[in-house]
Structures are given as C-alpha cells and as structure tokens.
C-alpha cells in the first residue's frame, strides 16, 4: 500500500455498554503513514472506540474495515493477524511474567515485518539488562514502553495507542511520544487517544475530538484554533461560557 491510501476506515460507529450509548456514529479514515489522534475529556467514548476498533467491544452498528477489508465481526486476535494492535488505557501487562516474556507474548499470532523481541531491545536500549525482572517492578514509564514493544512485535499495521501518558511525568511522556516518528518511519501508522491536548496536537497529523460519543471536530492540528478546540473539548464555546 502506498503512503496516502486509506489503511483503516471506521464508518458510522455506534456502541453501547448496555443502556448506555458510548460512542454515536463515529467516522474516521487513517491514512498509511499518519499519526492521527482522538482526543475528549473523561467519559467521551476514547476507549471504547479503540477497543471496538481492537474487538473488545462489539458494535452496535457501523463498520470498521483495515485495507478495504470489513473487519466489523473479526474477533480480536484475528484483527491482531490482520494488522490491528492495542496498546490499552493503563498498560496491562502481565504483572507476574518478566519484561522479555511480556514482549514474547504479543509475538502470538505476529505478522512478518520489522519488529520482533530484539529490534525492541533495539528501540528501548535499556530493556536488555531489565529483561528477566518481572514486569511489576518496572516504573509506569518502563511499563509503557513494554506494553508499546508488546504491541509492536505483532508487526502492526495500526497501532493503537491509549493515553501513552496516563499518570506518567511529562519528562518520561515525552520520551515515549519521541519514539513515534521512529515508528512510522517504519511503516507503522498510529491512532492515538489522548486527553492531554498540546501533546495530541503537536504529534498528530490529524485530530478528531469526540464529546459524549460523539465527534464534534476533526481536522489537521494547524487549521484548528484553540477556541474551537476547546468548545469541541467542552461542548461549550467560549462565549456561553462568559454569559454564565
Ligand atoms: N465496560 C463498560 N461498561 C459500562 N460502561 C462503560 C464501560 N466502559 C466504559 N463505559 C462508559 O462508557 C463511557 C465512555 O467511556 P470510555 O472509557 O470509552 O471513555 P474515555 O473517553 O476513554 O474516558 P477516559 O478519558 O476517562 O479514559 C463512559 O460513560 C463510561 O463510564
Ligand atoms: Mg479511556
């Protein structure tokens, strides 16, 4: 596939956890080579859409197809085959297994390509000697970048990031965004959620904020005014907000 042609589209997303309807006929097309960020506030559907994305979550309606293949009914681990890898909200890595083994965990059912256990000792230098210690008595930062190399040893061709920075210090957040440009260099494209805008803006090519499910602004970060993203953000513009 060459640069520029759409690798993962969503179309017309809507999921529910129960009752509750967490993400409303979402739309999305990522290109090959972008790093395309979701943003929205605590509660917006961020996650539920990755994880829908992923196959966690079954959708209500709409269709979630990678390389003109509909993917919408595929259980996880064959959209994993496919291309698709979830970094999730909160690293999830096997606490009791060692560093190396989490790594050789998303080698299950991995695709050829670039990436295996080595090229990620090469990418995180510091992982080599930390190896055989086991997961839990790695740093928050550390844990992120095993669960970014558990990710990546599946050779994806989408990889999805959720909230890379979550109760991370902004030192070590910006360590691990560094790493991006790295990564789709190597052919892999991004959709990232992030609550922390200035950092979903200044890595995206693309933003798309979604507020109670629903998107309400997507477009190329240098096109889109602060006002605007913040009444996205918020679901109030800044001049309701003073008539208050
Ligand atoms: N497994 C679940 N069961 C029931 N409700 C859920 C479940 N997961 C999420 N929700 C609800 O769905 C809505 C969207 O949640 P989601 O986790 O997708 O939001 P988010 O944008 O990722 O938020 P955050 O920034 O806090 O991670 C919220 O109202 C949440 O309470
Ligand atoms: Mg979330």
Redesign the pocket.
């Known amino acids: 596939m060459s640069a520029g042609s759409v690798l993962l589209e969503v179309d017309g997303l809507t999921v529910h956890?129960?009752q509750?309807c967490?993400?409303r006929e979402v739309s999305l097309s990522v290109r090959v080579g972008e790093t395309y960020a979701i943003i929205?506030?605590?509660?917006?559907?961020?996650?539920?859409?990755?994880?829908t994305i992923a196959g966690l979550?079954r959708a209500t309606s709409g269709r979630v197809v990678l390389d003109g293949a509909d993917l919408t009914h595929a259980r996880p681990d064959a959209r994993l085959a496919a291309g698709i890898a979830l970094v999730p909200?909160g690293r999830r890595l096997f606490p009791s297994l060692t560093v190396e083994e989490n790594l050789q965990v998303g080698a299950y059912r991995a695709r050829k390509g670039p990436f295996d256990v080595a090229r990620v000792y090469e990418l995180f230098d510091w992982m080599v000697s930390r190896r055989r210690q086991r997961a839990s008595q790695l740093s928050g930062g550390e844990q992120q970048a095993v669960a970014i190399g558990r990710a990546l040893v599946a050779n994806p061709r989408v990889l999805l990031l959720?909230?890379l920075s979550?109760g991370l210090a902004p030192v070590v957040v910006q360590r691990i965004y560094a790493l991006l440009p790295e990564l789709t260099a190597s052919g892999v494209t991004v959709l990232l959620?992030e609550?922390d805008v200035g950092q979903a803006t200044r890595v995206a090519t693309h933003v798309q904020c979604?507020l109670e499910?629903s998107t309400t602004l997507m477009g190329v970060p240098g096109d889109l005014t602060r006002t605007q993203i913040e009444a996205a953000y918020f679901g109030v513009s800044h001049d309701e907000g003073a008539e208050r």
């Open positions: 956890h129960g509750l967490a993400v929205g506030a605590n509660g917006a559907g961020k996650s539920t859409l990755l994880r979550h909200e959720d909230e979550l959620v609550q979604l499910g």
